[in-house]
C-alpha cells in the first residue's frame, strides 16, 4: 500500500505561479511512476505530468510549456511547479502513484482556486 498527500493548494490570481507537493509513504520502494492529475470542476480527471522511477518525465501537451514535476527522493516527495496560472486551471490536483504490479494510489487532492 501506498499513502498520498498533497499539499499546496490555495488561491492565487491569473498569471501567479503555485508549487504543489506530493508526500508518499508505505511501500514507495514498489512505485515506478508519479503522476500529477487535474480534475476540474466538471469532473473531468486528466493528466498533466509524470515523473519515473529513474527520474525520466513525460509532459501532457496542454501543460507541457507552464509546468516542471520534480522529485526529492530522500522525502519521497514529488512537485508540481505550474506558471502562468490561468482560471481554468482552477480544481483539484490529485497525485498518483503506480507501482510495480500496475497498481494505482491517489491522495485525497488539493484545491487550487484562481481569481481574476
Known amino acids: 500500500q501506498v499513502q498520498l498527500v498533497e499539499s499546496g493548494g490555495g488561491l492565487v490570481q491569473v498569471g501567479e505561479s503555485l508549487r504543489l507537493a506530493c508526500v508518499a509513504s508505505?511501500?514507495?520502494?514498489?512505485?515506478?511512476?508519479m503522476a500529477w492529475y487535474h480534475q476540474t470542476p466538471a469532473y473531468q480527471r486528466e493528466r498533466i505530468a509524470t515523473?519515473?522511477?529513474?527520474?525520466?518525465?513525460n509532459y501532457a501537451t496542454p501543460y507541457e510549456d507552464r509546468v516542471t514535476i520534480s522529485r526529492d527522493t530522500l522525502k519521497n516527495t514529488i512537485y508540481l511547479e505550474m506558471n502562468g496560472l490561468k482560471l481554468d486551471d482552477a480544481g483539484v490536483y490529485f497525485c498518483?502513484?503506480?507501482?510495480?504490479?500496475?497498481?494505482?494510489?491517489w491522495g485525497p487532492g488539493t484545491r487550487v482556486t484562481v481569481s481574476s
Open positions: 498518483n502513484a503506480r507501482t510495480e504490479v500496475s497498481s494505482d494510489f
Open positions: 508505505g511501500s514507495t520502494d514498489r512505485i515506478v511512476s
Open positions: 515523473i519515473t522511477r529513474s527520474g525520466n518525465t
